[in-house]
């Protein structure tokens, strides 16, 4: 019988809050739709990993420890799926360790990060609207904090700016740390509206990790919310990752079907070729 395992692979948190409710629940989503798989995780960020052993005892495996561990276990397919947002820095990277390790495996499955296509882009940007639609009163601004790397991200931020307004979520902002729009530009359509005298911060990543906790609700005086309230604002922070929403957890999921019937379709076309 073939042995089959799915890992899931992210920047990872050292908050374990995070880790439960977002990371957790994503891996758990993925475990009740895949019973017949072994599911297990590994995290990119050396630091990460380095404080969870340091002040838990945690121990996570990096991405080249978790496949050779897969190997070594007797682990034939192997659907590697990532909790990124898009097709970055991170993914490019993970695609090329991918290739070191693929022939220790009979099977090797690589999932697409959340953002996937335009059509991920709308689905995502309607479950993070709706997840804070109590907010949405007229007078109050709810503003996502993107994160954002290279190049190539920058479109899917734009993308769901654009989603938000074509969906009718009018008093919706997005902005990012590395990418485009910025805070600047962000801070600039707020400005322009003239009406709000509350916001609402909400991270758009994964897990309200630090970048949630410093760059966006961190009491440094070049956090978000502190230069938000410099201005005049009343700023709330809403301190939840992305993977906590279910409609996101569904979306991992289905991706991780897709890359299963991809590995179940190139299987069968190798065993048709022999």
Same mark, same amino acid.
């Not at 902002?173 to 509350?198: C, N, Q, W």
């Not at 440094?220 to 809403?238: A, F, I, P, Q, T």
């Given at each position: 019988m073939t042995k089959r395992g799915i890992l899931t692979v992210s920047?990872?948190?050292a908050c374990l809050n995070s880790l439960d409710l977002e990371i957790g629940a994503v891996e758990r989503a993925v475990c009740a739709c895949f019973p017949e798989y072994e599911v297990r995780r590994a995290?990119?960020?050396? &630091?990460?990993i380095r404080k969870l052993k340091d002040r838990y005892g945690m121990q996570t495996?990096? @991405?080249?420890?978790? @496949?050779?561990r897969a190997a070594l276990d007797g682990f034939q397919s192997l659907i590697v799926q990532p909790l990124y947002l898009a097709d970055g820095y991170e993914y490019t990277k993970l695609k090329n360790t991918l290739k070191e390790y693929r022939n220790l495996f009979e099977h090797v499955a690589l999932g697409s990060p959340l953002l996937a296509c335009d059509e991920d882009v709308r689905a995502a940007a309607r479950a993070a609207a709706q997840r804070t639609a109590e907010y949405d009163d007229g007078k109050t601004a709810v503003c996502f904090m993107g994160h954002g790397s290279a190049a190539r991200e920058e479109s899917v931020y734009e993308k769901l700016r654009f989603c938000l307004s074509q969906e009718g979520y009018e $008093?919706?902002? &997005? +902005?990012t740390m590395k990418a485009?729009?910025?805070f600047d530009d962000m801070r600039k359509r707020l400005r322009e509206? +003239?009406?709000y005298r509350k916001i609402v911060l909400q991270p758009f990543l994964v897990t309200a990790g630090s970048h949630a906790r410093t760059d966006m609700? +961190?009491? $440094?005086? $070049?956090?978000?919310?502190n230069m938000l309230e410099r201005e005049g604002y009343d700023v709330r922070c809403l301190l939840e990752g992305l993977g906590r929403i279910p409609a996101i957890q569904r979306m991992y999921v289905s991706h991780v079907k897709k890359?299963?019937?991809a590995g179940k379709a190139a299987g069968q076309q190798a065993l048709n070729m022999r």
């Amino acid at each position: 019988m073939t042995k089959r395992g799915i890992l899931t692979v992210s920047f990872g948190t050292a908050c374990l809050n995070s880790l439960d409710l977002e990371i957790g629940a994503v891996e758990r989503a993925v475990c009740a739709c895949f019973p017949e798989y072994e599911v297990r995780r590994a995290f990119s960020s050396e &630091i990460v990993i380095r404080k969870l052993k340091d002040r838990y005892g945690m121990q996570t495996d990096s @991405l080249n420890e978790a @496949l050779k561990r897969a190997a070594l276990d007797g682990f034939q397919s192997l659907i590697v799926q990532p909790l990124y947002l898009a097709d970055g820095y991170e993914y490019t990277k993970l695609k090329n360790t991918l290739k070191e390790y693929r022939n220790l495996f009979e099977h090797v499955a690589l999932g697409s990060p959340l953002l996937a296509c335009d059509e991920d882009v709308r689905a995502a940007a309607r479950a993070a609207a709706q997840r804070t639609a109590e907010y949405d009163d007229g007078k109050t601004a709810v503003c996502f904090m993107g994160h954002g790397s290279a190049a190539r991200e920058e479109s899917v931020y734009e993308k769901l700016r654009f989603c938000l307004s074509q969906e009718g979520y009018e $008093n919706y902002y &997005i +902005g990012t740390m590395k990418a485009v729009p910025s805070f600047d530009d962000m801070r600039k359509r707020l400005r322009e509206h +003239g009406g709000y005298r509350k916001i609402v911060l909400q991270p758009f990543l994964v897990t309200a990790g630090s970048h949630a906790r410093t760059d966006m609700a +961190g009491v $440094n005086e $070049n956090s978000w919310k502190n230069m938000l309230e410099r201005e005049g604002y009343d700023v709330r922070c809403l301190l939840e990752g992305l993977g906590r929403i279910p409609a996101i957890q569904r979306m991992y999921v289905s991706h991780v079907k897709k890359a299963a019937q991809a590995g179940k379709a190139a299987g069968q076309q190798a065993l048709n070729m022999r």
